[in-house]
């Protein structure tokens, strides 16, 4: 038995919650849906807040129990009451994404600020997020600077990455292609593919660096290995243009079909086009 199976055998709620954990993730143990909530709901039976959290993504996910967005909600609400910071942040994720609720964009940001008054990193980005994109309240660019600041200077590879983006853009702030580049390449060095490519799009289109073919791939295979579709995308278009490689249409048409099975609309188009090209030259 894993030690933490010894104490929740005990009746223990924190070791209990424990051992769900293990094997809900598959650490130590093989992946137990089954045995990952048994073990939750011994735990959020004794009201271990964190517990009741847990069994609110089960049922939210379907992992192990039918999914069920009202029992989510209703176990989120408990550990909720608890001021579980997850909770919080997992209330404001069903109101934004419509699970269970009415979609409330204002309930939503009430929530995430809950947990970003905790220090919840995920709130912060999806409070940045939201106010730089007006969803459901007015768009201020001001707003969302100031959530997502916090914890990119912490080192969080999606809000620099996002104040990148701000900073490319001129959201807010004046257009700074060189301060975009430092946010990228931030989050790039910890391999958040997003950031990835957006170092390989800078280098190829010479936005706050020079211009540097060899680079821009170097930085888009790392995300390509990470299955970033849109390098995927971005990658068959270097090697149909031969850019930091060699020209190889065969290789392109690799990578256009690869993106274009995960929806990518640019990739079909230039799937398409280079089929249509070979088409007519077999005439």
Not at 13 to 34: H, I, M, N, P, S
Not at 48 to 60: F, I, P, V
């Amino acid at each position: 038995m894993l030690p933490a199976g010894r104490r929740a055998g005990q009746g223990i709620d924190e070791a209990q919650f424990r051992l769900g954990w293990l094997f809900e993730k598959g650490l130590g143990v093989a992946v137990d849906f089954a045995q990952s909530l048994a073990w939750y709901q011994l735990s959020a039976a004794q009201c271990y807040a964190s517990a009741q959290c847990a069994m609110g993504t089960m049922y939210e996910n379907g992992h192990g129990t039918k999914q069920d967005f009202t029992e989510a909600m209703r176990w989120y609400e408990l550990a909720a009451g608890q001021k579980h910071a997850d909770a919080y942040y997992r209330l404001g994720s069903m109101f934004e994404n419509h699970h269970g609720v009415e979609q409330d964009y204002l309930a939503a940001v009430d929530w995430y600020e809950l947990a970003a008054a905790t220090g919840h990193t995920l709130a912060h980005c999806n409070l940045g997020r939201i106010y730089a994109d007006g969803l459901g309240v007015e768009r201020d660019f001001g707003q969302a600077m100031r959530w997502y600041s916090e914890p990119a200077a912490k080192g969080d590879a999606l809000a620099q990455l996002s104040l990148g983006v701000m900073y490319e853009h001129g959201d807010g702030v004046p257009e700074d292609n060189f301060e975009a580049l430092r946010w990228y390449k931030l989050a790039a060095d910890q391999g958040f593919p997003s950031a990835q490519f957006k170092m390989g799009f800078m280098y190829n289109s010479g936005k706050g660096v020079k211009c540097n073919y060899l680079e821009a791939m170097r930085w888009l295979k790392l995300a390509t290995a990470q299955g970033d579709v849109t390098s995927l995308c971005h990658t068959g278009f270097m090697y149909e243009h031969g850019h930091g490689v060699e020209k190889d249409e065969a290789r392109a048409l690799f990578y256009y079909s690869k993106a274009a099975r995960r929806g990518d609309v640019y990739a079909i188009k230039n799937r398409e086009i280079i089929e249509a090209r070979r088409s007519a030259l077999s005439q």
